[in-house]
């Protein structure tokens, strides 16, 4: 399962638990639309599928075994039981890339849930029809040169963490990155309000 293709994790700029934006003027506001795609409990997936009106399908960068643990990794990871799996993948409709994603899994886990390697993760999991739970924990604001290279856009860009969770367990951390070009159909961003913002997280 070695795959030497992997990206580092994007720089984190800024950074902010999930929890935070709940609380009133603690932060500039998100468009309504960005803030169901960075805070919301669906599948960004199948809501960029809806909102583009063609079949989302996901570009397999690499599944690696991930024997060292990064400080980018998202501090849920110690949550899962290892060995860990990392897999990348840019999310993508005709040529177009719309985002970036990765996400860390025990390494029987990823056998026994990602059955097809190449179909987007909710696909996955939702084809037993088995009950899951989305938590979103942390939102980010990331930048890196790959990143800026394939979206063909300056950064930075909005980002998000989450976990999976099946029978009260967590199953997957995830890290999703989105491609400035989805403001077509979703608007502008306003993530020019949080440039200059410090990181809350504790």
């Given at each position: 399962?070695?795959?030497?293709?992997?990206?580092?994790?994007?720089?984190?700029?800024?950074?902010?638990?999930?929890?935070?934006?709940?609380?009133?003027?603690?932060?500039?506001?998100?468009?309504?639309?960005?803030?169901?795609?960075?805070?919301?409990?669906?599948?960004?997936?199948?809501?960029?599928?809806?909102?583009?009106?063609?079949?989302?399908?996901?570009?397999?960068?690499?599944?690696?075994l991930d024997h060292e643990l990064s400080k980018k990794t998202p501090k849920e990871i110690n949550q899962l039981t290892k060995p860990l799996i990392r897999r990348q993948v840019w999310i993508?409709?005709?040529?177009?890339?719309?985002?970036?994603?990765?996400?860390?899994?025990?390494?029987d886990a990823v056998n026994t849930n990602l059955t097809n390697k190449k179909e987007p993760i909710w696909k996955n999991l939702t084809k037993d029809r088995s009950e899951l739970f989305r938590?979103?924990?942390?939102?980010?604001?990331?930048?890196?040169?790959?990143?800026?290279?394939?979206?063909?856009?300056?950064?930075?860009?909005?980002?998000?963490?989450?976990?999976?969770?099946?029978?009260?367990?967590?199953?997957?951390?995830?890290?999703?990155?989105?491609?400035?070009?989805?403001?077509?159909?979703?608007?502008?961003?306003?993530?020019?309000?949080?440039?200059?913002?410090?990181?809350?997280?504790?």
């Open positions: 399962m070695e795959n030497n293709n992997l990206f580092n994790s994007p720089e984190i700029l800024w950074e902010s638990s999930a929890s935070v934006f709940l609380d009133k003027n603690k932060f500039p506001e998100i468009p309504g639309a960005w803030k169901l795609m960075l805070l919301g409990d669906g599948s960004p997936t199948r809501h960029l599928q809806l909102l583009t009106k063609k079949e989302t399908k996901i570009e397999l960068i690499g599944m690696n993508k409709n005709n040529d177009i890339t719309l985002a970036w994603a990765e996400s860390w899994w025990n390494i938590e979103v924990d942390t939102i980010s604001i990331v930048d890196s040169q790959w990143l800026q290279k394939e979206f063909s856009f300056t950064g930075p860009f909005w980002s998000r963490n989450y976990r999976f969770f099946r029978n009260k367990k967590p199953l997957t951390i995830i890290r999703e990155v989105f491609n400035p070009f989805i403001e077509k159909w979703l608007g502008n961003s306003g993530i020019e309000e949080y440039l200059n913002l410090q990181s809350t997280t504790s």
